[in-house]
């Protein structure tokens, strides 16, 4: 059965960085497009930032451009954020995907087909 296993997050302070990653059993993440989303309370699931899985492009919200880095190592199938700077604002539960039919317009990412969701791991930033 697919799963994604996550693990990285927690807390720092504003300016400070932090490194997610997420594994999967099961399946290749390279067969679909996958990911990274984000959710903040009283706030509708994000995008944060994708690989195609077509164009093997990295996509990045406007929030993440230049602070935050996606990978994807295919020898370890593992996909990973690194995620640096941050703001209060970034603090929220992240998730890992995969999936199809990922567009990205005006800076706005979207999963039109999730296959499979990672469990969330807290970010929690300090002022």
């Known amino acids: 059965e697919m799963d994604i296993v996550t693990s990285g997050g927690g807390s720092v302070q504003a300016g400070g960085s932090l490194r997610l990653s997420c594994a999967a059993s099961?399946?290749?993440?390279?067969?679909?497009?996958m990911g990274w989303f984000r959710q903040a309370p009283g706030k509708e699931r994000e995008g944060v930032s994708c690989?195609?899985?077509?164009?093997?492009?990295?996509y990045y919200a406007e929030a993440a451009k230049g602070r935050f880095t996606i990978s994807h190592d295919k020898a370890k199938n593992t996909v990973s954020l690194q995620m640096n700077n941050l703001n209060p604002e970034d603090a929220a539960v992240y998730y890992c995907?995969?999936?199809?039919?990922?567009?990205?317009?005006?800076?706005?990412?979207?999963?039109?087909?999730?296959?499979?969701w990672g469990q969330g791991t807290q970010v929690t930033v300090s002022s």
């Open positions: 099961a399946f290749a993440f390279e067969d679909y497009d």
């Open positions: 690989i195609g899985k077509d164009d093997g492009k990295q």
């Open positions: 995907a995969v999936g199809f039919g990922l567009t990205y317009k005006d800076n706005y990412l979207l999963m039109k087909n999730v296959v499979r």
